[in-house]
């Protein structure tokens, strides 16, 4: 029987989110000086998770949405490049936890991001051995259940888990059939009643119960 663990990134394997928002205001400053706009890492956190489309109209609504596009398409362009220098804050005991994982599970990733940023965190976090799999709303262009199942089909498991931090991953898992493990120490609060982790060292006893051995 093929078991799966598929992480969100933000805010369940690392935080980003003052890396980004100083990409953005580089590329604003350098490409966009029309955009009235100064980001902070508490605006980029709030939008976490979001699509790109979605994250455009939250952070420059201001901007025509033509520009308002053009804009938030250069802004994360830039920012993939700007990780592969910089990285984000892997959380603690992310490899080792993952190589105590994929003992027995195969591990993948989903993510509403552009294309480019997955690769980043892999790379950054040296995961690239453990990782077999990631899809992204950059390259599909569809929504999260969408790549949840989408991902889980291609790989053929029989049975998986997501684990996330907020409640449109909640969401977006409970779309795709599968169930899910909160990352409480993330962005975002779900239902307390759901099986949930306090940091990655917990994950490995939490799956067994929600996956078995």
């Known amino acids: 029987m093929k078991k799966g663990i598929i992480f969100d990134v933000d805010g369940t394997l690392w935080d980003s989110c003052q890396v980004v928002a100083d990409s953005w205001n580089e590329y604003l400053r350098k490409a966009a000086p029309d955009v009235p706009v100064v980001l902070t890492r508490q605006d980029l956190r709030s939008v976490m998770g979001k699509t790109m489309s979605q994250i455009g109209d939250a952070l420059f609504p201001m901007v025509e949405k033509e520009r308002r ?42 993510s509403n991001c552009q294309v480019g940023y997955i690769e980043d965190f892999i790379a950054w ?17 569809m929504e999260k259940y969408a790549n949840i199942r989408l991902l889980a089909d291609r790989n053929h498991l029989d049975a998986a888990v997501y684990v996330g931090d907020t409640q449109g991953d909640y969401e977006s898992t409970s779309r795709a059939s599968l169930p899910f493990i909160h990352a409480r120490y993330g ?14 060292e917990e994950l490995p006893e939490i799956v067994k119960t929600v996956l078995g051995e």
């Open 187 to 200: 962005f975002g609060k779900v239902d307390p009643s759901l099986p949930y982790i306090n940091g990655m």
């Open 125 to 141: 976090a040296g995961v690239e051995d453990l990782i077999e799999d990631f899809e992204s709303y950059g390259n599909t262009g």
């Open 69 to 110: 596009e053009q804009v938030t398409d250069g802004c994360c362009v830039y920012e993939v490049e700007y990780l592969k220098q910089q990285g984000g804050d892997v959380y603690p005991h992310v490899r080792e936890v993952m190589e105590q994982l994929a003992r027995k599970y195969h591990l993948y990733i989903v």
